[in-house]
């Protein structure tokens, strides 16, 4: 049975993606994993940690630690994007310069463009005081307000 309460696309019969509040998941709520996440719609990637299109913008963002360089002041993130470090390395330290080419960075300079709301959710492995202790919470919508690229420095 299809809930008619939620708008839904034509492929594989799943919430559409879309900017700003989804309903049923007001600020707060929280979620196990991200596949909660992805299945509740709230963030249409299990794995990346931006959700949109170089078209549209960025839906959606987790803010888990996954680049050491993230900086969660609250109200202001400093979020590092996506790409410059090999799939699956864990240690979290860039090995090369990100692309504009990548997907989510394309979507985050489209939403700096547009100003469209961001959904921020945060997960549990973020180093910040505003992080949830278990899991990921959808702690509201922001501004993309800047974007550039980060490169790989080597100091000698």
């Known amino acids: ?26 600020i707060g709520t929280t979620w196990k994993n991200r596949r909660e996440c992805f299945d509740a719609g709230m963030h249409r990637q ?14 959606s963002i987790v803010v888990s630690g996954q680049y050491m360089d993230d900086k969660d002041n609250g109200d202001k993130i400093l979020y590092t994007g996506s790409g410059g470090y090999k799939l699956g390395d ?9 692309q504009w ?30 992080a949830p202790w278990e899991g990921f919470r959808y702690d509201g919508l922001y501004t993309c307000t800047r974007v550039t690229l980060f490169s790989v420095s080597t100091h000698m």
Request: hydrophobic content about 25%; proline content about 5%.
């Open 46 to 59: 299990t794995e990346a940690g931006i959700s949109g299109t170089e078209t549209d913008g960025a839906f």
């Open 101 to 130: 080419t990548d997907f989510g960075n394309q979507a985050l300079r489209k939403s700096s463009e547009t100003g469209k709301p961001v959904r921020v959710i945060r997960g549990y492995e973020l180093d910040s005081e505003f």
């Open 90 to 98: 864990r240690t979290r330290e860039q090995d090369r310069d990100q």
């Open 1 to 26: 049975m299809i809930d008619d309460s939620k708008e839904m696309s034509s492929k594989m019969d799943r919430p559409v993606q879309r900017f700003g509040e989804i309903p049923g998941a007001p």
